[in-house]
């Protein structure tokens, strides 16, 4: 089923701890690295996938989901919408509970195949913001407190 909710979005995310994170980079500034070191530090296993790579955040990596030697819950993929049907047909085939793609990546055929195989999926959202936003840690930050808002202030009146 497509998740779109705060219920089932808490659901896949407290359900689904081996998070096999696809396009995973190395390189420190990248918002897949981002993401997949704040699941590590919240107590996820990070599982990076990505060929040109031996090791990312500590963790082996390996070329595709298919080389990796154990129960992958939640496919996190990081690459660009064309990309994706394969992936998804990957996730299917290892028995993966969920097929998550992140801010930007939209691919409703491969969302469709993953949904009629039973994975549930997630679409154009971040796994690293949806966790902090339903589990707490964007409210640390002031976020839905009413001390940080994206309501523009009323203007000052005009001087002169």
Known sequence: MIIDDVAGLRRVLHGNRVIAVVGLSPTWNRPSFFAAKYMLEHGYTIIPVNPAATEI????????????????DLVDVFRKPEDVLPIADEAIRIGAKCLWLQLGV???????????????????????????????GLNFAGVNTQIISAKRPPCPPLQG
Not at 57 to 72: F, N, R
Not at 110 to 128: E, H, P, T, W, Y
Request: proline share 4%; hydrophobic share 50%; charged share 20%.
């Open 57 to 72: 955040l500590g963790q082996k990596c390996y070329p595709d989901l298919a080389a990796i030697p154990v129960k992958v």
């Open 106 to 136: 939209i691919n409703q055929q491969a969302a469709d195949r993953a949904v009629a195989a039973g994975l549930d999926v997630v679409m154009n959202r971040c796994v690293k913001i949806e966790y902090a936003r339903l589990f707490g």
